[in-house]
């Protein structure tokens, strides 16, 4: 049953749930904040784990929605997508990654652990950054650190830079009849403060540290796409462009949607060990480019000295016989000894797999089987999950009823440690 999205709650009532929640668990405040966030998200509905995997073994992480340093449930963070990056780098065999991303980027403090993360993983592994929507600013910062960025036809692509907001509200004080009284150290210290006028040296330091952190992401999108000063300039204004033009820019490599990402790295790298060193993904253009090239060397003969064949006279009263019956019977014969074209592997095994095992010499019966264990794989996958389900359908149901007391919460005031956030500066 899907809990009610409508809450109305004693706010003291969550705050004594949390304190419960962390005897419990012996958990310390920080914790215990994370913890009860994810609580939250699960009586919302809302998956807050940003790692799933194909049946297939793709790792996929998601970076979706307005990016902040501590746990949200409602958008991803950074804190959750570096436990699912830390949670790949510790499996054993490492799978190709797809970050799957549609944010409009967010806070500067926390990003700096996620992109070590990536830069890491890009290093030993298949990473590609899948941009559905928007990939703008932060976000596009962690896609820069992925070896190959793909992005759908309707995405948004860019806004590089970095800003930081203070409001002055001295003057709105002033007229209100409200005197601020500032008790501080030194100049810059309070600078921002409600009611407090931002002086022009208090401005320019401000704008000192933003030049400072800006510098930092230019640096990544430089080095991560391979970009001249001029090209970087070039880009690095807060504009954003479609897909198409992103291309043109080289700040993405190609324009696909997420699935067309997920069939290429099963045709590319799924089949064989990727090269280290950041692999790359190539566009399918390249991959059917390839796959056309492969076939025509197939049919083409190998290069030789040909003899020259006189081409027959034909006297124009002269009478043509039509080749007898078998004379044709033979040719058919000769037709149905080649065995299945391409066309036939790609209608039965997919495009590009069936044209990946055409070009590779795979027998059509072999395919066949081949594709067939697969499937039977898959099945047995599909049938552990549904036990698994069951399992846990079953514990549910016995949850004793100090855990499944109905919480119905109403809506959290904003923490202050969001609002904090919120001043703070932002990619």
């Given amino acids: 049953m899907t809990p009610s999205r409508l809450w109305q ?35 919302l509905g809302v998956d807050s784990k940003p790692l799933t995997m194909t ?12 990016l902040y340093k501590g746990k949200s449930p409602f958008v991803s963070n950074y804190k959750s997508i570096g436990e699912a990056l830390s949670a790949i780098e510790q499996m ?16 500067v403090a926390g990003l700096d652990p996620v992109l070590e993360q990536i830069d890491r993983l890009s290093e030993k592994t298949l990473v590609v950054a899948s941009i559905n929507g928007m990939g703008a600013s932060a976000a596009y910062r962690i896609a820069s650190k992925a070896g190959t960025i793909f992005a759908s036809r309707d995405s948004e692509v860019g806004s ?22 500032l008790l501080t150290t030194g100049k810059y210290k309070g600078v921002g403060a409600v009611g ?22 230019l640096e990544d999108v430089r080095r991560g796409r391979g970009m001249t000063d001029t090209n970087l300039d070039e880009v690095s204004d807060g504009r954003w462009w479609q897909a198409g033009d992103a291309e043109q820019l080289n700040l993405i490599d190609g324009v696909a949607s ?38 025509a060397a197939v ?36 037709v149905e000894a080649a065995g299945p074209g391409l066309a036939e592997y790609m209608a039965a095994f997919g495009d590009a797999e069936g044209a990946r095992m055409f070009r590779d010499g795979v027998a059509f019966d072999q395919a066949q089987q081949q594709s067939l264990s697969d499937l039977r794989g898959t099945v047995q996958d599909l049938k552990a999950e549904l036990a698994q389900l ?19 919460i109403a809506s959290q005031p904003q923490r202050s440690s969001w609002a904090d956030a919120c001043r703070g500066k932002r990619n």
């Fill in 258 to 295: 997420f699935e067309s990402v997920l069939a290429m790295i099963r045709s590319q790298f799924l089949t064989g060990e990727p090269e280290m060193a950041k692999p790359k993904l190539q566009p399918e253009q390249a991959v059917e480019a390839e796959e056309t090239a492969a076939v």
């Fill in 55 to 66: 049946n297939d073994g793709i790792a996929v992480v998601s970076v979706i929605g307005p």
């Fill in 160 to 181: 590089i830079g970095t800003y930081w907001q203070l409001l002055d509200y001295s003057k709105a004080f002033q007229k209100a009849g409200i005197r601020s009284v």
């Fill in 299 to 334: 049919a083409t003969p190998a290069a030789g000295p040909v003899a020259e064949v006189a081409e027959p006279e034909l006297d124009e009263n002269e009478e043509v016989e039509p080749a007898s019956e078998d004379e044709l019977t033979g040719d058919a014969e000769i």
């Fill in 390 to 408: 069951r399992e846990q359908a079953q514990l549910l149901a016995k949850v004793s009823p100090d855990e499944a007391e109905g919480v119905n």
């Fill in 92 to 107: 054993e065999q490492l799978p190709p990654v797809v970050l799957r991303i549609d944010s409009p980027g967010g806070m």
């Fill in 9 to 43: 709650i004693d706010q003291r009532f969550l705050a004594a749930y949390e304190a419960r929640l962390a005897r419990k668990a012996g958990l310390d405040p920080e914790t215990l904040d994370d913890v009860f966030t994810e609580y939250v998200a699960d009586a």
């Fill in 196 to 217: 407090e006028k931002l002086t022009a040296e208090q401005v320019a330091f401000l704008q000192e540290s933003v030049d400072q952190s800006n510098s930092q992401f």
